[in-house]
């Protein structure tokens, strides 16, 4: 069956390493036939600046936020991919601010019963993908360890390409191997 897979892009720019690491991904999942979809973060329109942790999802049984805004569809629309990718430069040892304001809306994609100690999520048993890129070449495991947490506290299968001394926006096209791994992961998850 055809693979939905669903790409955040986390970087503000739109020529920049992130768009190269996301356009090859995207060119090996729809080699192998999957329908890819592309949401670049730094073009939502927000309500609101991530989270206002109001509480309002933990009331209501749909998996959606009840801010109505385009980050809250975006996030409503994990449920029904197969594949989630996030990608983002590393800024400052993080993800991008563009890309973490969507990460915490994702509270409302999870039901916690804590007297039971118990959390459902539609994102179990989905694959999730990391791709990152930064200029130098520390601190790359607090960069990428938020997104293989949340990925199995959430049971997602996790995968991830993560490029060291990247350089400048653009300048990923200048290392050997790199377009080829993107594209080779892109068919892999699919
Ligand atoms: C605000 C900001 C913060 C950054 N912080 C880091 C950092 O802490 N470590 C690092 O290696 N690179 C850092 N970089 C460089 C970018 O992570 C790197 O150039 C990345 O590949 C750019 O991706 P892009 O072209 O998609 O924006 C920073 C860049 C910016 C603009």
Redo the contacts with the bound molecule.
Sequence with gaps: MLKDVLII?????K???????VGWFAEGAKSAGANVEIIRAADLEHKVMGCTSCRACQKSSSYRCVINDAVSDCVARFSSADVIVM????????A?SQLKCIIDRMFSLYKWDNAANTMETPLKGKTFVFL?????????EA?ESPFRLTAEYSGMFYKSLV??????????IKLPDVRLKAIELGKEVV
Excluded: C, Q, R
């Design positions: 892009s986390g970087s503000p720019k020529e920049g390493n992130t768009s190269l690491l990608a983002t430069p590393l800024y400052f040892f993080g991008s990152g890129s930064g200029f130098e070449d520390a601190g790359f960069f490029i060291k001394n990247a350089g400048i926006s653009g300048d990923i």
